[in-house]
């Protein structure tokens, strides 16, 4: 009972939007599918900008203590394994094949995972009726997951995800595409296929990213006099004024990372910058009024912006 209560709770929180993560996945690909790994990312960038897709597909690097690594990172939403598993485990091969670490459900239930959503290319692992299954652990095991797709039995999506992808891309939810995954798909192979399910709540999807960054011009504060970049003292009049040159301070963050920040002068774009620090050096500017405008936006095309108005007396 407890399980369910968190679980409903996480899921609520996640509906509400206090529940969220940037909108990165990874693609962790063993020794059998590694060469397909270009191809894999192709269909997750039916939902996922390519940029925000981590592909980990070496077969020397793909390893027990390495996948868990990954998984308990807080910076992916959706985690795609394609590995050879069983109900109670998954298998990492390297050294040519010959050699094989056990991630076992012993492990990932001790281990925390972050990701909200599992896509599960790994025969048996939602094999629900097993205690201490993979899939169950995945779901209940954390403080995070929501939703995990898989098979029950040896065999799993039939066209690894091309299908399932294509249409999340447009469906209302997770289990929409699923759906229409197997009329197309899944049906046509029922010895393959058969034993594909959903655990957790279907009717959710990835969301798409429509929340503004914050940005702040923090210095200088507005209403204050400042002398060569010191703070004397706040002004009544409300207005900003600096006497002798400083640099003005932008403050900007994003979940989903600043992609660029604008600074406009006098409604002139003056410049942008893509990268920390955010400011603007004040020192060849003449003595005059500025209206100072800054606009930042996020990697997928939200913006804010902050403003000030200031005098500056430059020598």
């Known amino acids: 009972v407890s399980l369910l209560k968190e679980y409903f709770k996480r899921n609520h929180a996640y509906r509400t939007g206090s529940l969220c993560r940037a909108s990165r996945a990874l693609l962790y690909i063993d020794d059998d599918w590694a060469k397909y790994g270009s191809e894999y990312k192709r269909y997750l960038e039916d939902i996922y900008k390519s940029s925000f897709i981590t592909v980990i597909n070496d077969p020397e690097k793909t390893r027990e203590k390495n996948y868990l690594n990954n998984i308990k990172k807080e910076k992916y939403e959706w985690i795609c394994l394609h590995a050879h598993s069983s109900q109670l485990q998954h298998n990492f091969y390297y050294s040519d094949h010959t050699k094989w670490d056990s991630l076992t459900s012993w492990e990932l239930r001790k281990n925390y995972k972050s990701a909200f959503f599992y896509d599960l290319h790994c025969c048996e692992a939602l094999d629900y009726f097993q205690e201490e299954c993979i899939g169950n652990l995945y779901l209940f095991g954390n403080t995070s997951g929501l939703t995990v797709i898989g098979s029950s039995k040896v065999g799993g999506m039939i066209d690894?995800?091309?299908?399932?992808?294509?249409?999340?891309?447009?469906?209302?939810?997770?289990?929409?595409?699923?759906?229409?995954?197997?009329?197309?798909?899944?049906?046509?192979?029922?010895?393959?296929?058969?034993?594909?399910?959903?655990?957790?709540?279907?009717?959710?999807?990835?969301?798409?990213?429509?929340?503004?960054?914050?940005?702040?011009?923090?210095?200088?504060?507005?209403?204050?006099?400042?002398?060569?970049?010191?703070?004397?003292?706040?002004?009544?009049?409300?207005?900003?004024?600096?006497?002798?040159?400083?640099?003005?301070?932008?403050?900007?963050?994003?979940?989903?990372?600043?992609?660029?920040?604008?600074?406009?002068?006098?409604?002139?774009?003056?410049?942008?910058?893509?990268?920390?620090?955010?400011?603007?050096?004040?020192?060849?500017?003449?003595?005059?009024?500025?209206?100072?405008?800054?606009?930042?936006?996020?990697?997928?095309?939200?913006?804010?912006?902050?403003?000030?108005?200031?005098?500056?007396?430059?020598?």
Not at 163 to 169: D, N, R, S, V
Request: glycine share 8%; with cysteine.
């Open 160 to 315: 690894n995800g091309k299908t399932f992808y294509e249409k999340l891309k447009s469906a209302a939810c997770i289990g929409n595409a699923f759906g229409e995954w197997y009329s197309l798909k899944g049906v046509k192979y029922p010895s393959y296929c058969y034993g594909m399910m959903v655990l957790g709540d279907p009717t959710l999807k990835p969301k798409k990213d429509e929340k503004p960054p914050s940005v702040e011009i923090t210095f200088p504060k507005k209403g204050y006099l400042y002398i060569f970049g010191r703070e004397i003292c706040p002004l009544s009049t409300g207005k900003t004024i600096l006497i002798g040159s400083c640099i003005l301070v932008v403050e900007a963050d994003d979940i989903n990372d600043i992609g660029r920040v604008d600074f406009y002068v006098n409604e002139e774009l003056r410049f942008t910058l893509k990268s920390k620090p955010y400011q603007l050096d004040l020192k060849n500017y003449s003595t005059g009024w500025y209206d100072i405008r800054v606009v930042a936006f996020d990697k997928f095309g939200n913006s804010n912006n902050d403003h000030i108005r200031l005098l500056l007396i430059n020598f």
